[in-house]
């Protein structure tokens, strides 16, 4: 014969099956409508704010490059900071052998790294320039840091080269929570062509 329930603990259940019902109407209309997602607003804002860090100091690389630049115009002997060679487009070519190269290196290195996408870039050259540009536009998958990896090697090892413009976008394959995984970005990247010393003109003896 089941016992009757004394007036406590009728109570005593009462309270229980209330919090049971409190706890999973919190769950069902706030958590999950409005915490929830403002949880995830919360994390996608940390990581939006860690990448732009990363960025701005990326971007802070520009003046650097900018003097070594300078300092390669002033000396032009130091020719292992130049490109080698007298044909452009063949220069070209080498040019983005050298950066394909680079960013070949570092594909096994955290998420990878891959070119997708190189082509020449004909600058227009202004004739007051003491040296011939050489551009051209490549296109990666990359995560931060072999990207990091990439953009140091391209600004300290040789031929000196100098990136003009860098556009960064979240590769549209990336989930949409978590970590970004590879970023899709472009570079325009220049370097200067070598001099070539031109031969003194014979003198032509009139008869």
Not at 38 to 64: F, G, K
Not at 132 to 140: A, D, E, M, P
Not at 151 to 174: C, K, N, S
Request: with cysteine.
């Amino acid at each position: 014969m089941r016992r009757t329930l004394t007036p406590r603990e009728r109570r005593g259940a009462a309270l229980i099956i209330l919090a049971l019902v409190i706890g999973a109407g919190y769950w069902l209309l706030i958590d999950s409508w409005f915490t929830g997602p403002l949880r995830d607003i919360a994390e996608e804002t940390r990581q939006l704010r860690s990448q732009q860090q990363r960025y701005a100091a990326l971007l802070l690389q520009r003046e650097p490059l900018r003097a070594a630049l300078q300092t390669a115009e002033e000396d032009p002997a130091n020719g292992a900071s130049l490109l080698p060679g007298a044909d452009p487009s063949a220069v070209a070519a080498d040019l983005m052998q050298h950066v394909a190269d680079v960013i070949a290196a570092q594909k096994t290195s955290g998420a990878g790294c891959q070119l997708t996408q190189r082509m020449p870039i004909t600058p227009e050259q202004d004739a007051s320039e003491p040296f011939r540009q050489i551009k051209v536009s490549v296109t990666l998958e990359c995560a931060i840091e072999p990207l990091m990896s990439v953009l140091h090697a391209l600004e300290y090892q040789r031929p000196l080269l100098f990136i003009d413009h860098m556009g960064i976008r979240r590769a549209t394959a990336a989930p949409g929570k978590g970590g970004v995984g590879r970023l899709t970005v472009q570079l325009l990247i220049r370097g200067y062509l070598q001099p070539v010393a031109l031969e003194p003109a014979t003198a032509q003896v009139a008869p």
